[in-house]
DNA sequence: GACGAGTGTCCTGTATACAAGACATTTGTC
DNA sequence: GACAAATGTCTTGTATACAGGACACTCGTC
């Protein structure tokens, strides 16, 4: 029964609209900006039909909204609302909030709270720092895994095979073209799992280096990290010093 | 036909899952945590096992999570995700986002953007200051109108009867006890339209006031609000720098 | 001004998603 | 340890939500 559900041709069949919907969601995520509704229907190879009385629900709803001005649909106000409460209540997400304000303005550096979300990295929750850096806006996007620090601690405890399955292969060519060996990237979860936190230099821009510890789950696993976005050019002591003021985050969170 | 439809029970009838996924969605953001699918499937009034398939297919698209251990369900990552598309994306919560950072840096002070949505006031978004101030959480949170400075001037150029339909009767009532009468608030609000910005001291707590400018849309109304939240011992010249700081910002928001 | 490509709305038949209810477990209380 | 009140899973029939397609508009482009 399964073989024959899971083999019959998927293009065209009556879908309900709780799935329909979390395609158009997935859809809009992944696209980052607004799209006319019929572009999304060809996109999701969904009825016209369908798709604009979903939509049209789901925008009286406050969970999408029309641009007025070229009638793209995109992420509304209600979804922002319905997300925030995430965040706040959720136990890990609240407490890890507050000890990353809490790191951002005892180092001064920039921190973050990172989580994996069905094999895709993103930062949580971000404190800026006091330096006059560029403010990277990447909070909430989906970024490549072996972009980061925070990936290969992620990543810790998994096969070999379970890597290279989660792991598009584009993902492994860092923004200013080079590539990233597989190897070289399974072998530096390795050390990350045994040293207990992870330091990468250079890798999504030359001037900053990412300095990231886990946060284990109660089972055991790495379920989140926190990390420090720091310039090159510190000294050992310095980076000594906020790397053990990090791990002690990393614990104080972990501890459930 | 309209009229038929909407007067057959709404009790129990087959209902579209759109529908029941805004209502749980609603249900939740009002609830604000989490609940059993029992008593939510109670709650909203809805058969158990709909609610059953409904719940799981939200979780596992990640829009919803399971509590590990008392099973309640409540937002999900997902849920976060998306809404962060909301707040990046959009032309004014970009701007606003970005102004609110600008107006808390400079003036030291918490600064707020706030929106009414479908009748409900809600801080977007929150900067806090320098002052060793309680940290407010209420960003996201439904927040009665007449306890705030920004829903005075949300509500400018609506007719009394409007507002008498939009504000709860114990919506009137400020946390401390003391109740606002109809007429002293529809007065306060005349006056924050004339005046193009509102001042209320004491309102939520004793020890503060609040300091709000209007952000108006492309129409000409009210789209929402920016806003201090400052310590109510402030000399006159203290505040006027601040409102005159804070008009400026109003009116670089409102200028598309 | 004819044409193709797109948008948004409405109608209709039927495949199927939903509601109801049964069942086996778990949980808590006396 | 008996009982009531939950939870989570599964099956089934039928009311109806969905897909398809028609229609009336609005664009640009040649």
Known sequence: MTVISDMRDTASRRERSVDRIIHILEFLHGHGEGIRVGALAKALNAPRSSTYTLVNDLTQAGLLEIASDDQRIFFGKRMYLYGLNYIREN?????ARLEVDRLAKETGETSE????????????YMRPGNRPFRISSAVGLQIPIPWTASGRLLLAGKSRAEIEELIADEDLVLPDGRRIAIDDFIRAIADAQRDGYCLTKGLVDAVTQCLAAPIYGA???????ICLV???????????????????????????
Chains 1, 2 share one sequence.
Do not use: N, W
């Open 219 to 225: 089972d055991g696993h790495v379920e989140a990290t």
């Open 91 to 95: 136990s890990l997400a609240k407490r």
């Open 230 to 256: 720091l310039p090159v050019d510190l000294s050992e002591e310095q980076l000594g010093a906020l790397r053990d003021r990090l791990l002690q985050s990393s614990r104080m969170l972990s501890t459930q």
């Open 113 to 124: 709270f990172c989580m994996l979300q069905s094999g895709r990295y993103t930062i949580m």
